[in-house]
């Protein structure tokens, strides 16, 4: 496993090692103490998650205010280009963003801590996504930053012409001007 820097350095792209050959392949998908020696960061993670969404599909920006997530995301099936959003106000990257894509057949995994908005969206015909949390999940500290704030102005890979499909919660997003932040 190793740990490749993004233009924001506190957000890694975990590349494992992976094993095939004529019958496929092997990886660890998590291994705590090489996580551990390869980013630098010790944290615990207390939950695993899965969704499945189709084509199209864009979720977040999310985060939690209080109780924040740090997550370790992957894609075990399609692709997806996934997003981190600094929004924490005393960062010298705060408002700034930083993309990858994630797919099956990459491996990669991103590391995005607490202090983000985290979203992806799906560009295969679906995708099935994992990621650990650091911290339990609570519907009434998560808030939703505009995947479409002109302020932050990220380049989603959304063909011209078309809309991604975002669910009610997301449609009601808060821009950063407005949004709780972190310190």
């Given at each position: 496993?190793?740990?490749?820097?993004?233009?924001?350095?506190?957000?890694?792209?975990?590349?494992?090692?992976?094993?095939?050959?004529?019958?496929?392949?092997?990886?660890?998908?998590?291994?705590?103490?090489?996580?551990?020696?390869?980013?630098?960061?010790?944290?615990?993670?207390?939950?695993?998650?899965?969704?499945?969404?189709?084509?199209?599909?864009?979720?977040?920006?999310?985060?939690?205010?209080?109780?924040?997530?740090?997550k370790l995301v992957r894609v075990v099936r399609g692709a997806v280009f996934d997003v981190a959003v600094d929004i924490r106000k005393s960062s010298p990257t705060f408002g700034q963003w930083v993309g990858a894509e994630l797919t099956e057949y990459n491996y990669h995994q991103m590391w995005v801590p607490a202090g983000f908005a985290h979203g992806f969206y799906v560009l295969t015909d679906s995708a099935d996504f994992l990621y650990k949390t650091t911290d339990y999940y609570n519907p009434d500290l998560e808030r939703s930053l505009a995947w479409d704030d002109p302020q932050v102005a990220i380049s989603w890979p959304i063909e011209n012409g078309t809309q991604p499909i975002v669910s009610a919660k997301d449609t009601k997003a808060t821009k950063l001007a407005d949004a709780e932040i972190f310190a």
């Open positions: 496993m190793r740990a490749i820097s993004t233009s924001i350095p506190d957000v890694l792209i975990i590349e494992p090692k992976v094993f095939g050959d004529s019958r496929g392949f092997f990886f660890e998908s998590f291994n705590q103490k090489n996580f551990n020696q390869a980013t630098g960061i010790d944290v615990n993670f207390v939950q695993d998650n899965h969704s499945r969404s189709v084509k199209g599909v864009l979720r977040g920006l999310h985060y939690q205010i209080r109780q924040p997530q740090g």
